[in-house]
């Protein structure tokens, strides 16, 4: 069956610190993966997605960007956490064809 | 722009009734409906879609239907209980870009 892992569950990062988030899917091929980020009691902002290997589209333009170096591994990075950037971040996927959508159990990323 | 609207205040009803919930879209023509749970601090979780060719879809005590005149889709869930207190999402799905909405927060009362 397919699962998808998401990590870590909590971060605390100090202001102008550099940030990656890992996220795998297991059990499926070439999914189309996604990153959220839902700021308190807010509604899910879509940040990215990717249909295959190396093709990113970018929703909102901000200081953070995408990777997807493996077919079932896609990457969350910033160069310089924001205060801003606090927030609820999933990822999710889903396969061509069939739209429901599988969320991991998220990343609470505290900037200070 | 693609815009997707939902009920933004809480709905709080007794345990029994009937919750329905609105989702409005414009600016778009999504091939499919879906309606998603999310828990506080956790992802959310698929309950079910609706294709733009139908009009009602039933699973269990959950209801939805479609209308793509009006561009509107009405979740219901019959017989209340408090085990179902949590924001419901809509997604207006077309291909592979999935928006939701902002999510209305459902408290079924004992």
């Known amino acids: 069956s397919q699962t998808i892992h998401q990590w870590p569950a909590t971060l605390v990062q100090p202001v102008g610190s550099p940030l990656s988030l890992e996220c795998t899917v297991e059990?499926?091929?070439?999914?189309?993966l996604y990153w959220y980020r839902q700021a308190a009691g807010r509604g899910l902002q879509l940040l990215f997605y990717s249909v295959g290997i190396g093709q990113i589209s970018s929703e909102v333009p901000q200081n953070l960007s995408a990777s997807r170096p493996q077919d079932r591994q896609f990457i969350l990075s910033s160069k310089k956490l924001l205060l801003s950037d606090s927030g609820f971040y999933l990822c999710?996927?889903?396969?061509?064809?069939?739209?429901?959508?599988?969320f991991g159990q998220g990343t609470r990323l505290t900037v200070v | 722009s693609q815009k997707i609207e939902q009920n933004s205040e809480a709905l709080n009803i007794q345990e029994g009734k009937t919750a329905t919930l609105t989702c409005n879209y414009t600016n778009y023509s999504p091939a499919y409906l879906q309606w998603y749970r999310q828990d506080p601090g956790r992802g959310p979780v698929f309950l079910l879609l609706?294709?733009?060719?139908?009009k009602e879809k039933r699973k269990e005590r959950l209801k939805v239907t479609f209308d793509t005149t009006l561009k509107q889709s009405l979740f219901h869930i019959t017989a209340s209980q408090p085990a179902d207190s949590a924001t419901y999402l809509c997604?207006?799905?077309?291909?592979?870009?999935?928006?939701f909405g902002t999510g209305t927060r459902l408290k079924v009362l004992a």
């Open positions: 997604a207006p799905t077309g291909t592979y870009k999935y928006i």
């Open positions: 609706i294709r733009e060719n139908e």
């Open positions: 059990g499926t091929s070439n999914p189309n």
């Open positions: 999710a996927w889903s396969v061509q064809g069939i739209p429901e959508a599988f």
